[in-house]
């Protein structure tokens, strides 16, 4: 167990449609981290926060967004949902220390599939 | 900007023998090199990291990694395998600096057989 929650474990929705996901990052880390993995793609890196703040983008579309509240859990909210939004969203965490060397830590995912 | 390539999709291996997963990176500075794995259903787990210093870095679970800079190469070995390390392997490259996003490579599945 990593310490780090995703919520919910499985989401089935339409196209079209609006999800949030959400994570609760480790105890004590500042930085979250949205990570999107499917069959075509891969692991690919969506969206840092640290400390509510956005960090860094990545591969993230328009339609999709985050943030991260003063509890300094995050969401990722995904609109206008197309068939190729299935995927399994990772959430990770770190402590964030601005240059410091961080590892990250994975949640178990949520696994969307958009019908 | 960063990348890494994993050859293998996919490695099947008997139970007992050793195992070497490749990965090579593209990174245009001192590279922070990463392996995770990811068992079924799972979230990632990570196996080890190099950051600096030793070259040959040591891991949980009996498994190590050496960083070779002149082949730009950051293998993941085990010298003997279990089943329960059937799962699938990732390599990833991160930079230091204030957004410490990693960049995944392909991933290798890696079987167990009896």
């Known amino acids: 167990d990593s310490g780090v929650t995703q919520t919910p474990k499985h989401l089935i929705t339409a196209t079209g449609q609006r999800v949030t996901l959400r994570c609760s990052p480790r105890s004590g880390d500042l930085s979250v981290y949205w990570y999107q993995q499917s069959l075509d793609q891969g692991l690919q890196f969506l969206i840092q926060y640290y400390n509510g703040e956005e960090r860094a983008k990545g591969n993230i579309l328009e339609r999709f967004s985050a943030q991260q509240f003063p509890d300094l859990h995050s969401e990722l909210n995904l609109s206008s949902l197309e068939l190729g939004d299935s995927a399994l969203y990772f959430c990770?965490?770190?402590?964030?220390?601005?240059?410091?060397?961080?590892?990250?830590?994975f949640g178990p995912g949520t696994r969307l599939t958009v019908l | 900007a960063q990348s890494v390539t994993q050859p293998d999709i996919h490695i099947t291996v008997s139970e007992g023998a050793s195992l070497e997963l490749r990965c090579n990176y593209s990174y245009g500075a001192t590279p922070y090199l990463f392996w995770y794995v990811q068992s079924p259903g799972q979230g990632l787990q990570l196996l080890l990291k190099?950051?600096?210093?030793?070259?040959l870095v040591q891991g949980i679970k009996g498994f190590e990694a050496e960083f070779k800079r002149s082949q730009s190469s950051f293998n993941l070995r085990k010298p003997s395998v279990h089943w329960s390390d059937a799962a699938e392997y990732f390599c990833a490259v991160g930079r230091l600096s204030n957004d410490y996003k990693l960049s995944f490579g392909a991933g290798t599945t890696v079987t167990v057989r009896a």
């Open positions: 190099y950051f600096s210093g030793d070259t």
């Open positions: 990770a965490s770190s402590p964030g220390v601005a240059g410091g060397l961080d590892e990250q830590f």
